[in-house]
């Protein structure tokens, strides 16, 4: 296979894309320019040479030639002075744990005053709970088009701060994207495939103190996302439109694992919350796909409403999120045609924002 070159142009062997390479982070790794404008970091032997740079330009520049060339070098030099440094110490030798074989990856999101919720402003940290070195860009989505919010290398089993944000950027943060590529330095390792997530950020639970809980990794509680564990990367839990068909079709499925935390129901609080998210319901969503989550958390609502249909005056908050709303237009079609005589409304904004229904049993 050709050595590859600056100037190259390549495409991606096993995945759709390419660019122009810009440089070489290490010997197994190069940096990548897309159609986009954005810097990938792609390993060398998944890229295919289409246009060798030596190829495009042969014999004299003309000035126009030279002006060109010179435009281009200018562009990227600047590209490579917007990108942050990122180094890896010849000494360094990271401690390793045999857990850490398997990469978890998570981002955190903590208020820096949580006894003030409505005013305070947030940290974001990316968190590597793994042997490897992960080379990652945390980017968020603007329309029909990404932005990187920071890139980077993040050491083994460590966490790096990567922003901190007012309430003002929540909504800018709703469609989150993680992509990185795992490896070790100056030692042999297991090869491990290059990761990419989008995730749907739940903007709803920056607003409400339970949201914030307890977790591995900081000794303040959180709102954790994960990207990976375990070697799996975490799917985007998003519906679409045909998938509420099809979920509508399908037979029931077969029974989960257990819930981890499903009902809570406040001390001398008549309302009954129900946070349907999956995250929520489940451990884990291997071998689930958009259909089965959909009518878990429909199975999950309509056990719920079973329990309680006969507690006059009931009043239950069904916390669905903001999303596509395919999750809360299910619900009011199964309120309608199993559940008529229940009354249910928008629950509190000030408590759900519009991310809640509530349901009174009469």
Request: one cysteine or more; charged letters at 30%.
């Amino acid at each position: 296979m050709k050595k590859l070159s600056t100037g190259d142009r390549v495409r991606f062997l096993n995945t759709v894309g390419g660019g122009i390479v810009k440089g070489f982070q290490s010997k197994q790794i190069v940096i990548v320019e897309d159609e986009h404008g954005f810097d990938v970091p792609v390993l060398i032997s998944e890229c295919v040479v289409v246009e060798s740079a030596s190829d495009s330009k042969m014999g004299k520049y003309s000035e126009e030639d030279n002006t060109q060339k010179e435009t281009v070098q200018d562009k990227m030099q600047k590209q490579k002075d917007s990108v942050p440094e990122v180094s890896i110490s010849e000494s360094y030798q990271p401690e390793e744990t045999a857990e850490g074989e398997k990469i978890t990856a998570c981002l955190a999101y903590l208020p820096l005053d949580q006894k003030n919720l409505s005013t305070t402003s947030y940290e974001c940290y990316f968190v590597n709970d793994s042997n490897y070195y992960l080379f990652f860009n945390y980017m968020n989505r603007e329309n029909n088009t990404w932005k990187s919010r920071y890139n980077g290398i993040v050491e083994p089993n460590t966490k790096i701060f990567l922003e901190e944000f007012d309430k003002t950027a929540l909504n800018d943060i709703e469609k989150i994207s993680v992509q990185f590529i795992a490896f070790k330095h100056n030692k042999t390792y297991k090869f491990k495939n290059p990761c990419s997530v989008e995730l749907r950020i739940d903007t709803v639970k920056f607003y409400k103190l339970h949201s914030f809980r307890e977790n591995d990794y900081f000794e303040d509680d959180a709102i954790v996302y994960y990207i990976i564990k375990d070697d799996v990367p975490e799917k985007e839990l998003l519906i679409s439109a045909g998938d509420l068909e099809r979920a509508m079709r399908e037979k029931e499925v077969s029974e989960r694992r257990p819930q981890k935390q499903a009902v809570r129901k406040r001390r001398g609080d008549p309302i009954i919350e129900i946070d349907l998210h999956i995250n929520q319901l489940l451990d884990t969503t291997a071998g689930m796909n958009n259909a089965d989550i959909l009518e878990y958390q429909l199975k999950k609502f309509n056990d719920v409403m079973k329990e309680n249909i006969n507690n006059k005056n009931a009043r239950i908050v069904f916390i669905h999120g903001k999303g596509d709303g395919v999750l809360k237009t299910a619900l009011i079609k199964e309120l309608k045609k199993n559940y008529p005589n229940c009354y249910y409304q928008d629950a509190s904004f000030q408590e759900y924002g519009y991310g809640a229904t509530m349901v009174k049993i009469k």
